[in-house]
């Protein structure tokens, strides 16, 4: 079966720290990953994909994976009221995307 | 360029009734899919197309059809609504080259 678990939230955090989202992933075939938010009554939009070991870095955000360890994390640097959403992991399987559950994070004021 | 466009938004259903919802996208994309997504259960994969003419089932295609009518479009059709299937449904395209999707609005779905 595979699988795709993030942890489990509500992530608060104050305004200007960073927020950390974990992921992992049960199929060791899975090469690629993908980071989705999506804000209350919309749909997901890509913010960011990563398929190599290490991190990969975009603005504030870094996403990072470690295929040994088979896990997938995104950190949000400098968080902001507007990064306030569900973040949601993905993995990608003959061209399928297997969603976790998401994230819900709020930057606190 | 509009993207991936789903009608309706919104839609009440009766228990029985049958509808069919609509799913375009304009970035001659070979992939389509269609899925649900549920509180605290996150998006589950209902049928998807990986080409025009062909069609399988994913994680949850119980109580639903599809329908791959050419390139642009994939329609999703419940036959005769549960309860069950209250939902939000999105409608995703993927191109080639498998770096993520892009997704529909969603359609807001109530089955009384």
């Known amino acids: 079966q595979k699988e795709v678990e993030q942890n489990s939230g509500p992530l608060s955090v104050p305004e200007g720290a960073i927020a950390s989202l974990n992921c992992t992933y049960s199929d060791r075939g899975s090469q690629s990953f993908f980071w989705y938010r999506q804000y209350s009554g919309k749909s997901p939009e890509l913010i960011m994909f990563?398929?190599?070991?290490g991190d990969k870095e975009d603005g504030r955000f870094t996403a990072q994976l470690n295929k040994a360890s088979q896990y997938v994390s995104l950190l949000i640097r400098d968080s902001q009221p507007s990064d306030s959403a569900t973040y949601l992991c993905?993995?990608?399987?003959?061209?399928?995307?297997?969603f976790g559950a998401g994230t819900t994070v709020t930057v606190r004021a | 360029n509009a993207g991936v466009t789903q009608t309706p938004k919104f839609q009440v259903l009766k228990t029985g009734q049958s509808m069919t919802l609509q799913c375009a996208q304009d970035m001659n994309h070979n992939s389509m899919y269609w899925y649900r997504q549920d509180p605290g259960m996150g998006l589950r994969l209902i049928y998807y197309s990986a080409s025009e003419g062909t069609t399988d089932k994913g994680e949850v295609p119980n109580g639903y059809n599809v329908s791959r009518l050419n390139k642009r479009e994939f329609s999703l059709r419940l036959e005769s609504a549960a309860p069950s299937q209250t939902s939000v449904y999105f409608c995703a395209s993927m191109e080639a080259s498998g770096l993520g999707y892009t997704f529909g609005s969603g359609t807001r779905l109530t089955v009384v």
């Open positions: 993905a993995d990608i399987n003959d061209y399928k995307l297997s």
């Open positions: 990563i398929y190599s070991n």
